[in-house]
């Protein structure tokens, strides 16, 4: 599968955005997939995960209550609401799909738990 991720962008403290991970090549329906973000100068971190039937979610601690994953298999893609958006947000994200992934928030919040990986897209907050 062909993960194409979009929707980053340059914004003020307190705005939103929505990140799009679209994919293609497979049926995404049946792929768990995750959101994951890079900072200048520090480790890829995981900001938010679903399921493949979208029943259950995860999110890391710094993101919860503000961002939002949800996917429309309709579609083939998977989305990432992002409000109240905070200088610290500021990162590359990435979105990862696996189809034989397993359950739950510790294999989930994993890089290698997912095989396939899309480009990532600029999110920049100014304070």
């Known amino acids: 599968v062909q993960l194409q991720a979009s929707g980053g962008g340059l914004v003020q403290a307190g705005s939103s955005l929505r990140l799009s991970c679209a994919a293609s090549?497979?049926?995404?329906?049946?792929?768990?997939t995750g959101w994951f973000r890079q900072a200048p100068g520090k480790e890829r971190e995981f900001v938010a995960a679903i399921t493949s039937s979208g029943l259950s979610t995860y999110y890391s601690d710094s993101v919860k209550g503000r961002f939002t994953i949800s996917r429309t298999n309709a579609k083939d893609t998977v989305y990432l609401q992002m409000n109240f958006l905070e200088p610290e947000d500021t990162a590359v994200y990435s979105c990862?799909?696996?189809?034989?992934?397993?359950?739950?928030?510790?294999?989930?919040?994993?890089?290698?738990?997912?095989?396939?990986w899309g480009q990532g897209t600029q999110v920049t907050v100014s304070s």
């Open positions: 990862a799909a696996d189809r034989d992934a397993c359950t739950g928030y510790k294999c989930l919040s994993t890089e290698r738990s997912y095989e396939y």
């Open positions: 090549g497979r049926t995404f329906s049946n792929y768990a």
